[in-house]
C-alpha cells in the first residue's frame, strides 16, 4: 500500500479504500451476535442485517439499559483488538514514520444513526480531529473503519 507521506502530513489524514473490508464483516457478525441477545429480550429478531438493525431500534427504545449495555459489550469483542493490533495496521504506521507504535486507548465502535441517538450529537458529528479525546501523543494516529458505506464526500 503506497502512502504520499507528505500529502498525509498536509492533510492530517489519508484515505485507504477497502483496507480492513475482510475485516467488517467479523465485526459487525460480532457486534449483531451481542445486539441479538439483547434484543431478545424484547421480542427477538432473525439473522439478517437488516432484521438487526430493525430489532436494534426497537430496543433503543423499549430497553435503552440493555442497548447501552450491548453497546459497551462490543466495545471490547475479540476482533476490536485483533483489527487494532493487525499486521496491516504496524507496517502502515511504520510506513508514516512512527517507529515504535503504541496503542494510547482502547478501540471503539460507534453506532451512529438518527434513531438510535436521543441527541444529534450523538450521531451526527462536523468534522473534527479525535487527538483531543484520546492524547497519547502529538503524533498519534487514529484509523477509523466504517461498517456501513459512507459517500465520499463525507
Not at 482502547?106 to 462536523?126: Q, S
Not at 487527538?131 to 477509523?144: A, K
Request: hydrophobic share 40%; net charge negative.
Amino acid at each position: 500500500m503506497n502512502i504520499d507521506i507528505e500529502d498525509f502530513r498536509d492533510k492530517g489524514y489519508c484515505h485507504i479504500p477497502k483496507m480492513f473490508s475482510w475485516r467488517a464483516d467479523g465485526l459487525l457478525d460480532s457486534a449483531a451476535e451481542v445486539f441479538r441477545n439483547g434484543i431478545n429480550r424484547v421480542g427477538g429478531c432473525g439473522y439478517s442485517l437488516l432484521d438487526i438493525e430493525h430489532g436494534m431500534r426497537k430496543l433503543f427504545n423499549e430497553d435503552f439499559e440493555t442497548f447501552v449495555h450491548c453497546g459497551k459489550t462490543c466495545q471490547n469483542i475479540w476482533e476490536m483488538y485483533e483489527t487494532a493490533s493487525d499486521r496491516q495496521v504496524l507496517n502502515l504506521l511504520h510506513g508514516i514514520g512512527l517507529a515504535v507504535p503504541t496503542i494510547s486507548t482502547r478501540p471503539v465502535m460507534f453506532f451512529n444513526h438518527p434513531d438510535l441517538a436521543k441527541k444529534e450529537v450523538y450521531y451526527k458529528t462536523p468534522p473534527h480531529q479525535d487527538w483531543r479525546s484520546i492524547q497519547g501523543s502529538l503524533n498519534s494516529v487514529v484509523l477509523w473503519i466504517p461498517l456501513a458505506d459512507v459517500p465520499m464526500d463525507l
